[in-house]
Antibody
């Protein structure tokens, strides 16, 4: 059974930094792209960032580009999100999610098939 | 970015009801559409991928359809454990985007 466990959340002042971690088990971690998705209190889901299986490709939402950095350590089965210059609007539960790929002809479909329980980040003075 | 909309934003239903949720994309996304269920305080749970494929372990009362810009999630006979919020998500391009959610609660 796939397990994803986030950690590192907490209360932080605006402008400060925080590093989130996601420990994965029950899967061949280096077979999969991984992502961070967040959810502000009472709001919907927002994709934050994703990283390919070998760290060769990364993507970021415009709202975090230049402030957040995603990384992974396949030897440690771990995913990370370094969050700098935090803003109050970054307050959210941050989920790590594993994506699954399926190829059909020239199509490459993907979806988030496993999620962690989330870690709450609160940015406030 | 591709914008996703859902309707209704909320609905009230009874156990045994047939429930249909609609998702619309701002441009054609072929069948790059996934559905998730989320209960309060929990992580989202994948229900359907590639518009109509049921995720393993998901009850067959859930079904998805559509392609292009218009998609539907149907619950054929609502069960007590189905009261939750449902999100659609496009994976046609980056960034992947989610709909705003449809909350299904007890009538």
């Amino acid at each position: 059974e796939v397990q994803l466990v986030e950690s590192g959340g907490g209360l932080v002042q605006p402008g400060r930094s925080l590093r989130l971690s996601c420990a994965a088990s029950g899967l061949n971690f280096d077979d999969y792209a991984m992502h961070w998705v967040r959810q502000a209190p009472g709001k919907g889901l927002e994709w934050v960032s994703g990283i390919s299986w070998n760290s060769g490709g990364m993507g970021y939402a415009d709202s975090v580009k230049g402030r957040f950095t995603i990384s992974r350590d396949n030897a440690k089965n771990s995913l990370y999100l370094q969050m700098n210059s935090l803003r109050p609007e970054d307050t959210a539960v941050y989920f790590c999610a594993k994506s699954k790929l399926q190829y059909s002809g020239f199509e490459e479909y993907n979806w988030f098939d496993s999620w962690g329980q989330g870690t709450l980040v609160t940015v406030s003075s | 970015d591709i914008q996703m909309t859902q309707s209704p934003s909320s609905l009230s239903a009874s156990v045994g009801d047939r429930v249909t949720i609609t998702c619309r994309a701002s441009q054609s996304i072929s069948r790059y559409l996934n559905w998730y269920q989320q209960k309060p305080g929990k992580a989202p749970n994948l229900l359907i991928y590639v518009a109509s494929t049921l995720q393993s372990g998901v009850p067959s009362r859930f079904s998805g359809s559509g392609s292009g810009t218009d998609f539907t999630l149907t619950i054929s006979s609502l069960q007590p454990e189905d009261f939750a919020t449902y999100y659609c998500q496009q994976s046609y391009n980056t960034p992947p985007t989610f709909g705003p959610g449809t909350k299904v609660d007890v009538k």
